[in-house]
């Protein structure tokens, strides 16, 4: 019984062999060639992820160009507006000095008005008024006082309005600023 006993485990240890190095060669098969489909799989991957990298490379450069497109077109317009800017002074001076009577101050108004109507479709806000905190960054000061009407770092008189175009200051405001300390 032991002879018949050794032949079955025999048996059984050499189909066990047998199954487990067809398996083996069978994996060392699959793992050295990858079958056509699976080669057309990672091409089509790589060629998704390149176009996906050539599409969000394109979106950033239309973005970028759109931007720069924009500066260049405010670059300009702040330009053109401060070469009209001096027009503009004149015109206020000449309303101030012509009398309320007086024939040309109708005509003069005209102007103004046609001009201050321009600068405010371009965007053009003017600033710097009596009363207002003191910036640096808007006003350049020319002259101090003391008031005491006037609180601490305030405009006392202005010289010369300031403008703007959204947050570019084209020109700043000369003032005299009351009350510094």
Do not use: W
């Not at 047998?18 to 799989?41: G, H, M, R, Y």
């Not at 490379?57 to 260049?72: C, F, G, P, V």
């Amino acid at each position: 019984m032991s002879k018949k006993k050794e032949n079955t485990e025999n048996l059984n240890t050499e189909e066990i062999l047998e199954t487990a190095e067809a398996e083996t060669a069978q994996e060392t098969e699959s793992v050295k060639e990858p079958t056509e489909v699976e080669k057309l799989q990672e091409e089509l991957k790589t060629q998704k992820e390149n176009y996906l990298r050539l599409a969000a490379e394109y979106d950033n450069y239309r973005k970028r160009t759109q931007a720069e497109k924009l500066s260049i077109y405010a670059d300009a317009t702040a330009k053109a507006v401060e070469e009209l800017l001096p027009m503009a002074d004149s015109v206020t001076a000449a309303l101030e000095s012509t009398p309320e009577d007086d024939a040309q101050r109708k005509g003069i108004e005209l102007i103004g008005n046609q001009l201050a109507k321009c600068l405010e479709k371009l965007g053009v806000t003017a600033f710097g008024e009596v009363g207002e905190a003191f910036d640096p960054m808007f006003h350049n000061a020319v002259a101090r006082t003391e008031n005491p009407d006037l609180p601490q770092n305030a405009i006392a008189m202005v010289f010369q309005k300031g403008f703007k175009i959204g947050d570019k200051v084209i020109r700043p405001a000369m003032v005299q600023v009351a009350n510094c300390g």
